[in-house]
């Protein structure tokens, strides 16, 4: 739930916590104040993703969310899914009004904390809403936390931005928390597989991603993703591959200010393009866009 470029994410200095809110803007998830059309609405979300993700979504997501009992029969308890998920990786959920500033979002993350916005969609905006709830953030982002190599690469992230306060560099990790803790994909023996929370918690873009003929799917490289553009109002027009968590972690367990610095330098790569250098998995004609 990074604070994104162009978001309506809280500033630390003229968004104060409110009543009920901490000083790290957490808040009580206060799960027995759902509502039966809450639980409802998460029951659908739940069963139609399940029923669409087998075959598209990396075995690992899967793994998760039975490990983490998150059922389809209504929202769950933060406190319970701590219980398994602090066990497995050192990970907890806490719940959070919407979007949080920018440090206060690092730290969270730099120390296994992983804040979920505690309110739900309504029925209206099953298939598009402007700012992350409850479904995106619990269902999307909380299984592969149980995978230990992703939940070392989400703490290493925390830290990195951390380190990167002042330097003038959120632009370029948002764009690597983008295209993949957002909108990765994944390559496996199988072929091409979601892992990205914006993917696999809409239906429209788990089909869009694997099976539209429009988006470029091109193979991860760190300088290469910070320097893309991307897309917060439609189907991403690029899809960014890995070939494995650990490749992931590996790429991204380094100092980035060297790195800031050179891609100061350069210009930035609008969402649609490819470059000589990329390396092309499938080349997208586009289509949708245009």
């Given at each position: 739930?990074?604070?994104?470029?162009?978001?309506?994410?809280?500033?630390?200095?003229?968004?104060?916590?409110?009543?009920?809110?901490?000083?790290?803007?957490?808040?009580?998830?206060?799960?027995?104040?759902?509502?039966?059309?809450?639980?409802?609405?998460?029951?659908?979300?739940?069963?139609?993703?399940?029923?669409?993700?087998?075959?598209?979504v990396v075995p690992e997501f899967l793994e998760g969310l039975d490990f983490l009992s998150v059922a389809a029969d209504g929202i769950p308890d933060f406190a319970?899914?701590?219980?398994?998920?602090?066990?497995?990786?050192?990970?907890?959920?806490?719940?959070?009004?919407?979007?949080?500033?920018?440090?206060?979002?690092?730290?969270?993350?730099?120390?296994?904390?992983?804040?979920?916005?505690?309110?739900?969609?309504?029925?209206?905006?099953?298939?598009?809403?402007?700012?992350?709830?409850?479904?995106?953030?619990?269902?999307?982002?909380?299984?592969?936390?149980?995978?230990?190599?992703?939940?070392?690469?989400?703490?290493?992230?925390?830290?990195?931005?951390?380190?990167?306060?002042?330097?003038?560099?959120?632009?370029?990790?948002?764009?690597?928390?983008?295209?993949?803790?957002?909108?990765?994909?994944?390559?496996?023996?199988?072929?091409?597989?979601?892992?990205?929370?914006?993917?696999?918690?809409?239906?429209?873009?788990?089909?869009?991603?694997?099976?539209?003929?429009?988006?470029?799917?091109?193979?991860?490289?760190?300088?290469?993703?910070?320097?893309?553009?991307?897309?917060?109002?439609?189907?991403?027009?690029?899809?960014?591959?890995?070939?494995?968590?650990?490749?992931?972690?590996?790429?991204?367990?380094?100092?980035?200010?060297?790195?800031?610095?050179?891609?100061?330098?350069?210009?930035?790569?609008?969402?649609?393009?490819?470059?000589?250098?990329?390396?092309?998995?499938?080349?997208?004609?586009?289509?949708?866009?245009?």
């Open positions: 739930m990074l604070p994104l470029p162009n978001s309506s994410s809280l500033n630390s200095e003229s968004a104060l916590p409110s009543t009920g809110v901490r000083a790290d803007f957490t808040v009580d998830q206060n799960w027995e104040s759902y509502s039966d059309e809450d639980h409802a609405i998460w029951r659908e979300l739940f069963e139609r993703q399940a029923a669409l993700l087998p075959g598209r319970r899914l701590n219980e398994l998920l602090k066990d497995a990786t050192g990970w907890t959920i806490v719940a959070v009004p919407g979007l949080v500033p920018d440090e206060v979002f690092f730290d969270h993350l730099a120390n296994r904390r992983f804040p979920a916005t505690h309110w739900i969609r309504d029925r209206a905006q099953l298939d598009y809403l402007e700012e992350p709830d409850l479904f995106h953030d619990v269902f999307g982002h909380v299984p592969l936390l149980a995978n230990p190599v992703f939940a070392d690469y989400m703490q290493a992230y925390g830290k990195g931005g951390l380190r990167a306060s002042g330097k003038g560099a959120l632009q370029y990790l948002a764009r690597l928390y983008w295209y993949t803790v957002e909108f990765g994909l994944i390559e496996t023996r199988e072929g091409l597989r979601i892992y990205g929370a914006g993917i696999v918690s809409s239906k429209s873009e788990s089909i869009f991603a694997l099976e539209s003929p429009s988006p470029n799917r091109i193979g991860f490289d760190l300088e290469r993703v910070m320097s893309t553009l991307y897309r917060i109002d439609d189907f991403q027009e690029t899809y960014f591959v890995i070939k494995s968590f650990q490749s992931l972690f590996n790429a991204t367990a380094q100092d980035f200010a060297p790195i800031y610095k050179e891609l100061d330098r350069r210009p930035d790569f609008d969402p649609g393009v490819i470059l000589e250098s990329d390396r092309v998995i499938f080349r997208g004609n586009g289509s949708y866009h245009r």
